[in-house]
């Protein structure tokens, strides 16, 4: 019997995402807006990320040893235990997947190596 292929089933959720593909979501950094935006298509945002990443010195962090704490998705409008409900982008009705946290660590990887593997935690 030859090899299988390891695939992710559609139940499943990846541990690790290429830098590339963060960038085709939405994060929740981002000026305010009408329309939820996606990293990509925020150039003053993920250059500011990338300015602030090198000052503070992860950017060379990233460069030797890649992300090593995972970046955290969530799923837009996030619903808290009182169930009060936070909406992002009102007006957009966003219901979808988000960047929470991790933003530089994806500007970076991304700048650096856009297909380099992030590991992600889902919230």
């Not at 590339?20 to 990293?39: G, N, R, W």
């Not at 150039?43 to 950017?59: D, H, I, N």
């Not at 890649?66 to 955290?72: E, F, K, R, Y």
């Not at 957009?92 to 992600?120: L, M």
Request: hydrophobic share 35%.
């Amino acid at each position: 019997m030859g090899k299988r292929k390891h695939a992710l089933n559609e139940a499943q959720l990846a541990m690790f995402i290429p830098a590339h593909k963060l960038m085709d979501m939405i994060p929740l950094d981002q000026p305010e807006t009408d329309k939820p935006q996606k990293y990509k298509d925020l150039p003053q945002v993920t250059s500011r990320k990338v300015q602030e990443a090198k000052t503070e010195g992860l950017y060379n962090e990233i460069k030797n040893e890649g992300v090593q704490s995972p970046i955290t998705i969530g799923q837009h409008p996030f619903r808290v235990a009182s169930g009060r409900v936070y909406d992002y982008f009102p007006g957009a009705d966003y219901k979808g997947p988000v960047i929470e946290d991790g933003h530089h660590r994806i500007a970076v990887a991304n700048d650096i190596n856009p297909n380099a593997e992030i590991p992600v935690q889902y919230d």
